[in-house]
């Protein structure tokens, strides 16, 4: 079983990576929504001040 510093240290690791997939070099997002399956749009509305941690 994972323990919580082990589980957090990977969140973050993931999150780092899809911020570099996600992000341009001035931290602009390049996907501003998702579709899903069912043809559902979702757009991202990006807050600049939210810190994960």
Not at 10 to 31: A, K, Y
Not at 38 to 47: F, L, Q, R
């Amino acid at each position: 079983m994972i323990n919580d510093d082990d589980f957090q240290m990977n969140l973050l690791r993931c999150i780092n990576d899809f911020r570099s997939v996600l992000e341009t070099s001035d931290g602009d997002w390049t996907v501003k929504g998702f579709i899903d399956v069912a043809k559902n749009i979702y757009t991202i509305s990006v807050k600049r001040d939210i810190d994960i941690c």
